[in-house]
C-alpha cells in the first residue's frame, strides 16, 4: 500500500478526531496571538498548538466546544545553527487535540493509540510510551485498557514527564501537570540495548539518549495548580476543571510512515531538494556532505521563511523580524559558498513550497507576491553588502590581535552587524568556522548603547507617576471622558502633579505641571493621534483663561493635562471650566478620518498584504507606516490619493460602533492594529462599503468634512516598511498654493509658461549633457597625451606602469589606463589620482598575463588597502577608491612587488 503522503496525513488526523466530537479550528498565525486577538509577550512566535488557547486553559474565555482539533504552524529556533543536519528544523507542523473541562486520560490515551496503530497502521511494537512516575491512574491506562506489557511503559521524572519541566519544585505557580509520550523505534531490534544488568526504563534512555527512539506524540494533563504553602513549600492542588493538550509532530510521523530516514526524504522536502538541484546543478545524495547540509540548510529555511512572510512577519532589525532575517541570510549564504548560486536564487524555491503546501494554507496563494517580492528584495539587500562584509570580516580575523586572543571584539561584531548587516548569529557562525569565539558581553554593550540613542528624544515612560498615581487611585475614579460628544465641560481638579510628586497648588511660573481631572474633553494620545491643547477657565470669568492645556495624556485611567498657569494660582478640588481648542481638534479629525481612508486605499491599490505598521495624527499631517517591500510608484500614489480623494467628494457618513464585543468585530472583518491588545469590547469606526477599522481615536462625520487629501512623501523607513506623509484640508490647500507659486517662479525665471516647463527644463538638460560631454572629450584628450610620457618598467619580465596622474576623474583616469595598456601591448598598468581627500585608482591587464594567473581585481584590491579603501572587479580591468592621498604614492610604489607576488603564486 502506498504511504500517507503529509497531506493526506493531516487530514486523516482531523477526520479521526472531528469523529470524536471535536470541533475543527484553523490555526493561529506565526505571530502569536490567542483567540482573543492579544499578542503573546512571551515569545516571539507560535510554538505550541496550546499557544492560542491560553485564554481557555486559564478560564479568561468560554471555547466554542469543549473539544477542539487543530495543525498549527510552530516556529522554534533554539537549535538553528544546526539546522541542516538530518533532524533540526525551525518550522515544523503539531498536530493537536484539547480538552476544556471535558475528556482526560481515560479518553485521550485510548484514542491515541487507535489514531496510531489503527488509522496510521503504525507497528504497534515499535512503540513505548513514558508517564511521570507518579502518574499511577495514565500508567494503568496505557497497561489494562490499551494492553501494553509493562516493559514498554516507563515511568520519568518531572525533568521529563511533567508541564512545565520540573514544576512541582521549581514553578512557576499556576496550572501544571504530568505528561505521557509516545515513542517510535528507529533501530532493529538487534541494534537496541540488551543488557540484563538494566532495567527496561535504564534500557530505553539509554537507546534514547542513543538516538534509536523517536518522540511522535504528547498528552499533557493539566490537573494541578502550583501553588506554595506558607512555608513557601509547593503545593499540587487538584483543578475543578481538568484539562488535556495533545501535540504531536506530523514531520516526524510523516517520514515514520513514509519509512524514510529523516523528515528531508519524506514528500514535505523531496520536491524542494529536487527543485534545488535543478536550480543549482548540484546533486543531493543524503549524506552528511557540506553540499547536503547546505541543501537542507536551504530548503528548511526557505520553508520556514515563507511562512513567515505569509504571517505578516517581514525582515527587520528587531524581534522575531530579526529572527526572520538571520533566517534569510543564513540561507543566503549557504546557497552562494556552497552551492555556488551568484544571484538572488530564494524567491525561485519558494514557489515550490507555496505549489506543495498552498492546498492546505491557502494564505500561501494569497499571498504569495508579498513572500515572493519580500524574500528577492531581502536578498539582493544582502548581496550588496555580502562580499565586502566577508572582506571586512576576513580582515579583522585576521588582525594580529584576532589571531593571538583567538577572539573577535564585540566592537567589530557591532560594525559587522550596522555597517554590512551581518546577524550576530551569522558572525558567530562563520568566527567558528575559523576557530574564532566572538566578546559577546561587548557586542550586547554596544546593543545597548546604540539602542539608547536610537531612543533620544522619546517620550519617557510613566514610571516616575506610579506612586502619586496609586495614591489618586486610592482616592477617586478614573477621568470620565467625554471628548467624543463635547468639546468642553465642567470638571473638578483632583489632583496637580509637578515633576511627578503630588502637590496641593500651583502658582503662574515657567515650568508647566500635571493636572488630573474628575472629567474631560481633552483627547489623551494614543493610538498614533496626539493629545488635545485648550484651556481651563475659572467659573466666575470663562472670557479669559488663566490655564493653558499643552499636551495630554493617560496612566492607568487618569488623563493628565499638562499645563501651563499664566497668573493666579490652580488648587485641588478647584472648579473649572474645560475647553478643547476646537479648530486644532477638527484639523485631527480630518488626519485621522483621512488615516483610514489612507489605509483602505493601500489595500486597494497594493495588496491585502499591507497592514498598519504606526502612524502619526496630528493637527498639521499625517504619517502613515505600513508594510510593503517596495517603494510606491508614482503612477500608485496618484491611484492611492485619487480613491481618498473620491471617498472624501461623496460625503460619505463616518459611523462609530461602540462596545462591540471583539468576537464580532472580528467577524466583520474589522482591521485592527499589528500587537494592539484589545479589551473584550471594542469601539469601530466604519465608511459603509471601504472602511471598518478598530479604533479609540476621534473622527469625522462625513468624510466630505476632509475637504482635500494631498500626499507630500514616500519613503522607505525599514526593510519591508514603507511611510507616507499627507495633509488634509487647510494644510492640503497650502500646500497646494505653495507648489503654484513655485511653479509660476520657475517659468518666470525659464521665461516660459507654466504649461511649457517640461519643455524648457528638457532643453536646459540636453544643453548640459552636450557641454558635460564636450568637458569629457577635452579632459581625455589632454590625459591621452599625457600618456604618451609613461614609461614601463620591467618586473620578471612582464611591463609595469604605476603612476600618479593629477587632477582627473576617475573616468579619464580609466580612460588613460587603457589607452596606456593598449601601447604597451602586453603588461600591467596601475594609475591613481587624488582629489578632494579621496583616491581613485584604475588597473588593467593584457588579456596574455590572465592567463598566467594575473588578476586586476585582486591587484588594485590589495593597492587600495594601502590607502584604506578598497574595491575590486573583472582579472581584465577594475578600479578602487582610497580615503589617505597622503599614501598614494606608496601604493603606486608597491605595485610591482604585488604583481611579482601575483605572478609567483
Known amino acids: 500500500m502506498k504511504p500517507l503522503t ?64 487543530t495543525v498549527q504552524k510552530c516556529l522554534r529556533t533554539t537549535d538553528i545553527d544546526s539546522v541542516g543536519d538530518f533532524s533540526h528544523c525551525t518550522f515544523f507542523e503539531m498536530l493537536g487535540n484539547f480538552s476544556f473541562g471535558d475528556y482526560f486520560k481515560a479518553e485521550v490515551i485510548p484514542w491515541t493509540w487507535e489514531f496510531l496503530t489503527e488509522w496510521l497502521e503504525i507497528d504497534p511494537d515499535r512503540l513505548c510510551v513514558t508517564v511521570f512516575q507518579d502518574d499511577e491512574e495514565a500508567f494503568a491506562i496505557w497497561r489494562d485498557v490499551v494492553g501494553l506489557p509493562e516493559d514498554r511503559i516507563h515511568r520519568l521524572g518531572a525533568d521529563k514527564n511533567f508541564w512545565p519541566a520540573n514544576a512541582i519544585l521549581e514553578g512557576p505557580n499556576g496550572p501544571c501537570g504530568p505528561c505521557s509520550e509516545v515513542f517510535y523505534r528507529l533501530a532493529a531490534p538487534g541494534e537496541m540495548t540488551t543488557d540484563p544488568d538494566l532495567t527496561p526504563t535504564q534500557r530505553y534512555l539509554q537507546d534514547d539518549a542513543a538516538g534509536r527512539w523517536l518522540e511522535i506524540w ?18 499540587l492542588v487538584p483543578l475543578p476543571r481538568k484539562n488535556n493538550d495533545t501535540g504531536a509532530g506530523l514531520d516526524r510521523i510523516a517520514y515514520v510512515l513514509q519509512g524514510q530516514t529523516s ?101 500561501l496563494r494569497e499571498r504569495q507576491d508579498l513572500i515572493l517580492h519580500t524574500i528577492q528584495d531581502e536578498e539582493e539587500r544582502f548581496r550588496r553588502t555580502l562580499d565586502s562584509g566577508m572582506n571586512r570580516f576576513m580582515a579583522l580575523i585576521g588582525s594580529p590581535q584576532v589571531q593571538e586572543t583567538r577572539q573577535l571584539s564585540g566592537q567589530d561584531a557591532f560594525t559587522l552587524y550596522a555597517t554590512y548587516g551581518f546577524p550576530i548569529g551569522l558572525t558567530r557562525d562563520l568566527a567558528a568556522e575559523n576557530g574564532i569565539t566572538v566578546d559577546m558581553a561587548a557586542f550586547e554593550q554596544e546593543m545597548q548603547r546604540h539602542r539608547q540613542v ?5 517620550r519617557e515612560v510613566f514610571l516616575d507617576y506610579n506612586a502619586a498615581i496609586a495614591q489618586i487611585q486610592s482616592q477617586h475614579p478614573p477621568t470620565e471622558f467625554v471628548g467624543y460628544t463635547q468639546l468642553a465641560t465642567e470638571a473638578r481638579v483632583l489632583a496637580i502633579l509637578r515633576n511627578g510628586t503630588l502637590v496641593g497648588e500651583a502658582q503662574a511660573g515657567p515650568e508647566p505641571v500635571e493636572v488630573v481631572l474628575d472629567r474631560t474633553p481633552f483627547y489623551a494620545e ?129 459611523r462609530v460602533h461602540a462596545d462591540v464585543p471583539l468576537a464580532e468585530a472580528r467577524a466583520r472583518g474589522a482591521m485592527a492594529l499589528f500587537g494592539e491588545k484589545y479589551s473584550e469590547h471594542v469601539r469601530m469606526i466604519e465608511i459603509p462599503g471601504f472602511s471598518l477599522e478598530l479604533c479609540g481615536g476621534t473622527h469625522l462625520t462625513h468624510t ?8 507630500l512623501s514616500e519613503t522607505g523607513v525599514a526593510a519591508g516598511v514603507r511611510r507616507i506623509e499627507a495633509v488634509t484640508g487647510k494644510a492640503a490647500w497650502e500646500h497646494v498654493a505653495r507648489q503654484e507659486d513655485l511653479l509660476l517662479q520657475t517659468a518666470a525665471l525659464l521665461r516660459t509658461g507654466p504649461n511649457n516647463l517640461p519643455a524648457a527644463v528638457e532643453r536646459l538638460l540636453v544643453q548640459r549633457r552636450e ?86 581585481g585582486h591587484l588594485i584590491r590589495d593597492v587600495a588597502k594601502i590607502t584604506g579603501g578598497g574595491g575590486g572587479g573583472r582579472p581584465d580591468f577594475a578600479q578602487a577608491g582610497g580615503r589617505d592621498p597622503e599614501r598614494l604614492q606608496e601604493a603606486l610604489d608597491a605595485v610591482p612587488g604585488l604583481v611579482a607576488a601575483q605572478r609567483r603564486s
Request: proline share 5%.
Open 263 to 363: 523528515v528531508f526524504e519524506t514528500d514535505l522536502f523531496r520536491p524542494t531538494l529536487a527543485h534545488l538541484e535543478a536550480l543549482s546543478g548540484k546533486q543531493y545524495t543524503g549524506t552528511l556532505a557540506p553540499v547536503d547540509f547546505a541543501f537542507r540548510c536551504v530548503a528548511e529555511h526557505t520553508r520556514a521563511m515563507t511562512f513567515c512572510i505569509a504571517d505578516g512577519i517581514l525582515p527587520s532589525n528587531e524581534g522575531a523580524g530579526y529572527v526572520l532575517r538571520y533566517i534569510m541570510r543564513r540561507a543566503v549564504r549557504y546557497g552562494t559558498l556552497v552551492l555556488g548560486f551568484d544571484r538572488p536564487f530564494l524567491h525561485e524555491v519558494a514557489p515550490k513550497i507555496i505549489e506543495q503546501m498552498g492546498d492546505f494554507y491557502g494564505e
Open 704 to 711: 466630505a468634512q476632509a475637504g482635500l487629501f494631498k500626499i
Open 526 to 654: 494614543a493610538g498614533g493621534q496626539v493629545g488635545d491643547t485648550g484651556v481651563l477657565r475659572f467659573p466666575e470669568s470663562r472670557t479669559r483663561f488663566s490655564v493653558r492645556v499643552l499636551d495630554t495624556r493617560k496612566i492607568g485611567g487618569y488623563f493628565l493635562h499638562t499645563v501651563h498657569i499664566d497668573d493666579d494660582v490652580l488648587r485641588v478640588g478647584q472648579e473649572v471650566y474645560a475647553e478643547v481648542d476646537a479648530e486644532r481638534r477638527r484639523s485631527i479629525m480630518r488626519n485621522h478620518t483621512a488615516t483610514h481612508l489612507l489605509q483602505a486605499a493601500l489595500r486597494q491599490v497594493l495588496g491585502n498584504h499591507v497592514h498598519q505598521k504606526g502612524s502619526l495624527v496630528a493637527p498639521d499631517r499625517l504619517r502613515f507606516d505600513f508594510t510593503h517591500t517596495q517603494p510606491v510608484s508614482q503612477e500608485e500614489l496618484r491611484q492611492i490619493e485619487q480613491i481618498v480623494n473620491e471617498q472624501i467628494l461623496r460625503d460619505e457618513p463616518v
Open 454 to 458: 536610537s531612543a533620544t528624544g522619546e
Open 218 to 235: 504528547n498528552n499533557v494533563f493539566t490537573q494541578f495548580d502550583r501553588q506554595e504553602d506558607a512555608q513557601g513549600q509547593p503545593v
Open 6 to 69: 503529509a497531506h493526506e496525513l493531516r487530514q486523516k488526523y482531523i477526520d479521526f478526531f472531528v469523529g470524536k466530537g471535536h470541533l475543527h479550528l484553523p490555526g493561529s498565525p506565526l505571530t502569536p496571538i490567542d483567540v482573543l486577538g492579544n499578542p503573546d509577550p512571551s515569545t516571539l512566535f507560535t510554538t505550541a498548538g496550546m499557544q492560542q488557547f491560553k485564554p481557555y486553559f486559564t478560564g479568561a474565555a468560554t471555547p466554542p466546544s469543549g473539544r477542539i482539533c
Open 771 to 856: 557641454l558635460e560631454a564636450e568637458i569629457r572629450k577635452l579632459r581625455s584628450a589632454s590625459g591621452t597625451a599625457r600618456s604618451l610620457d609613461f614609461t614601463p618598467r620591467q618586473v620578471e619580465g612582464i611591463a609595469v606602469i604605476a603612476q600618479a596622474v593629477p587632477d582627473v576623474d576617475a573616468e579619464t583616469l580609466a580612460s588613460l589606463v587603457d589607452s596606456a595598456a593598449q601601447k604597451l601591448e602586453s603588461g600591467v598598468v596601475v594609475l591613481g589620482t587624488a582629489s578632494n581627500g579621496k583616491v581613485a585608482l584604475a588597473a588593467r591587464i593584457t588579456r596574455d598575463l590572465i592567463a598566467q594567473g594575473l588578476h586586476a
